[in-house]
């Protein structure tokens, strides 16, 4: 009996493997981002191995204005995902491309015949290919720290989903990610703040051709974040983050925390001196006040 | 009195065949309008655009600056009660566009896109700074953005140098296809 209450006081986690696309965004611009994410898989026992010699998965400019690259881009990534283990994608955007070419190769066979005459391979049919999300119902985090609640301190946090929630038809069966921010971090410890604007689209490269308008959208977010009491918003996705940051013109805005930044934290993550002066709005001093440093 | 377009049932199948939309199931009960984040810079709205395809009314519809603001969110399409794909049809009419070389009402944007892909082609993935200077640069216009520009750089959210693939040749290939 005893033997038995302690084996079941500790449960011995195993490594779990994992191929890591992390995309341009995260590879070349979100470092903080990236940086957090490896920390928190590390704390659960995920051990990410980057696909080799990645392509960008043609992002929204390769769909747009050129069909044949935008469906050619992420097929050489398909072929290069080693067998037996998932991919994990941390970018809304790259997950939505790669899930919907392997989904396209998968009904198409004329598709499939060509991806495999191009890249020499053979097509894998039982392929995994997951959002980062994913993994939160593959784990439980209480079983990876102590005492989850109150790790976050009741800092208000806004969830900002932009435009993730929203799938294209053919990947509707897929899981979806309504709430996991709020309940995850709600776990941890965080008062989470409920706002109409969490899955209004950040803008994307309206950011870059139209900062006008893409101006007016972030304003509008985090502007209706700070009226609901939120002390920062949280991203899930590198691009958002990047937005929000630059075109945020409003006074005093609230800062722009990443989801695994805050994970990690709350995990007891202590590299956390290099992501913080990589954003526009220092979150030190909040996060000061919260304790939480 | 409105006149439909000559051509319609050609345009309407070509739309049909490329994005997999039936355009009888629309509705026109405005739910894509009323959800969509960017109706400020559109010309006609995402309805609109349905219903000008519907009467076969190409040249108004390739012109239009909707199809390029159309930043594929998937928000109307996730609200439709029909489940039309939108966004589907958005990369049809550009595709269209493009190749009857009509007016482009947005060329902005286009370029922005035809830079994206011009860093993806050199070195397989896209660099953000390069992006940026080719835009500007062909826009003539340095000087709009120059504090977010300045502010990125100071905080390192734009890297120096691209991160690039090893196998080029296998990049040239796509490109070339």
């Known amino acids: 009996m005893k033997e038995f209450l302690k084996n079941k006081k500790k449960p011995v986690q195993e490594w779990k493997r994992y191929s890591f696309f992390p995309g341009c965004t995260l590879k070349t611009s979100g470092h903080e981002n990236t940086s957090s994410l490896l920390k928190f898989c590390k704390k659960v026992k995920i051990k990410l191995f980057e696909l080799e010699d990645w392509n960008c998965c043609g992002s929204s400019s390769a769909h747009s204005i050129n069909h044949e690259v935008g ?223 | 009195m409105i006149k439909l377009g000559n051509n319609r049932g050609k345009f309407i199948y070509k739309i049909r065949k490329q994005s997999g939309v039936n355009f009888s199931e629309c509705l026109h009960c405005t739910t894509c309008t009323n959800s969509c984040p960017f109706l400020e810079g559109m010309d006609y709205y995402p309805n609109v655009v349905l219903r000008l395809i519907q009467m076969g009314m190409e040249k108004e519809v390739l012109e239009s600056s909707t199809i390029w603001i159309c930043v594929g969110c998937n928000t109307c399409c996730n609200y439709c009660p029909m489940a039309i794909d939108i966004p589907a049809v958005m990369d049809s009419l550009r595709h269209l566009a493009l190749k009857r070389k009509v007016r482009i009402a947005e060329p902005d944007i286009l370029n922005f896109h035809r830079e994206v892909l011009n860093t993806v082609e050199k070195y397989g993935r896209t660099h953000k700074l390069e992006i940026m200077l080719r835009y500007k640069l062909k826009k003539k216009d340095f000087l709009s953005d120059m504090g977010v520009g300045i502010k990125m750089l100071k905080k390192r959210k734009l890297d120096l140098t691209p991160s690039k693939v090893k196998d080029e040749d296998a990049i040239e290939r796509i490109f070339k296809k």
């Open chain 1, 71 to 293: 469906e050619n881009l992420p097929l050489r990534n398909i072929s290069l995902i080693p067998a037996g283990m998932p991919l994990m994608i941390a970018c809304p955007s790259c997950f939505i491309r790669m899930k919907q070419a392997y989904l396209n190769l998968k009904k198409d066979e004329k598709l499939r015949q060509k991806y495999e005459e191009d890249w020499k391979t053979v097509f894998n049919p039982n392929l995994e290919i997951i959002h980062f999300f994913e993994i939160f119902s593959r784990i439980k985090l209480s079983d990876y720290i102590k005492k989850p609640r109150g790790k976050l301190n009741n800092i208000k946090v806004a969830p900002y989903y932009g435009c993730m929630l929203f799938m294209p038809p053919d990947l509707r069966h897929g899981p979806s990610f309504h709430g996991l921010m709020e309940k995850t971090l709600s776990g941890l410890g965080a008062d989470m703040i409920s706002f109409g604007y969490r899955s209004k689209c950040c803008g994307t490269y309206l950011s870059v051709a139209k900062p006008k308008i893409a101006e007016n959208a972030v304003n509008e977010i985090v502007s209706k974040a700070m009226e609901a009491g939120a002390e920062c918003l949280v991203t899930a996705c590198s691009m958002c983050h990047l937005n929000i940051e630059i075109r945020c013109t409003i006074k005093d805005p609230i800062p722009i925390l990443h989801f695994s930044e805050l994970l990690s934290m709350a995990l007891g993550a202590k590299s956390h001196k290099k992501w913080f002066p990589r954003h526009i709005v220092d979150p030190v001093p909040l996060l000061k006040k919260r304790n939480l440093l």
